[in-house]
T-cell receptor, first 113, second 118 residues
Framework: AQSVAQPEDQVNVAEGNPLTVKCTYSVSGNPYLFWYVQYPNRGLQFLLKYITGDNLVKGSYGFEAEFNKSQTSFHLKKPSALVSDSALYFCAVRDINTDKLIFGTGTRLQVFP | GAVVSQHPSWVICKSGTSVKIECRSL??????MFWYRQFPKQSLMLMATSNEGSKATYEQGVEKDKFLINHASLTLSTLTVTSAHPEDSSFYICSARIKRATSTDTQYFGPGTRLTVL
């Protein structure tokens, strides 16, 4: 079965510092991986996805994610965090058998001024 | 990017009443729409998948007679919570996938509807 894991419930980082939000996956076949962000009382906003090609995927708001096949990881990164990046981040994988998105448990990012 | 809207954004109702939530894809046609439920500080739980013109497919444990889903067109899906009770209070989020969907196509999410049943 396809799954993703987000090992950190919360990540704290100072504004201006680089940030990483971790995600590991378990799939059979090629992984289709996604990152979404959720602000309070809002739906999910699409940040980026990996389907194939370059391992470094660039997305919205300066975010990027690195696909690492050997480590089965798809960590979300940003070189310089902003206070406005504080939100809940979800990693997801598309189950190729059911064509459904499977979400991780989410990681709350807190950026301190 | 693609925009998905939901209406209403929040609703408060009395126990026993029915509530309808609309989900619209504003600038694209959605072959498939999804309805999720999210409890506080938890991830999204898929409730059902709806395809335009056909019956929705419900996830295990989701009562189809309680959560009625209609996907009337390629841009509109509705979720009706029938005879709502306090335990139905939650944040409901819809999602739409662009037509000509393949496994690589992106799902876009609505802003969510906060339902509170008194």
């Amino acid at each position: 079965a396809q799954s993703v894991a987000q090992p950190e419930d919360q990540v704290n980082v100072a504004e201006g510092n680089p940030l990483t939000v971790k995600c590991t996956y378990s799939v059979s076949g090629n992984p289709y991986l996604f990152w979404y962000v959720q602000y309070p009382n809002r739906g999910l906003q699409f940040l980026l996805k990996y389907i194939t090609g370059d391992n470094l995927v660039k997305g919205s708001y300066g975010f990027e994610a690195e696909f690492n096949k050997s480590q089965t990881s798809f960590h979300l990164k940003k070189p310089s965090a902003l206070v406005s990046d504080s939100a809940l981040y979800f990693c997801a994988v598309r189950d190729i058998n059911t064509d459904k998105l499977i979400f991780g448990t989410g990681t709350r990012l807190q950026v301190f001024p | 990017g693609a925009v998905v809207s939901q209406h209403p954004s929040w609703v408060i109702c009395k126990s026993g009443t029915s509530v309808k939530i609309e989900c619209r894809s504003l600038d694209f046609q959605a072959t498939t729409m999804f309805w999720y439920r999210q409890f506080p500080k938890q991830s999204l739980m898929l409730m059902a998948t709806s395809n335009e013109g056909s019956k929705a497919t419900y996830e295990q444990g989701v009562e189809k007679d309680k959560f009625l889903i209609n996907h009337a067109s390629l841009t509109l899906s509705t979720l009706t919570v029938t005879s709502a009770h306090p335990e139905d209070s939650s944040f409901y989020i819809c999602s739409a996938r662009i037509k000509r969907a393949t496994s690589t196509d992106t799902q876009y999410f609505g802003p969510g509807t906060r339902l509170t049943v008194l």
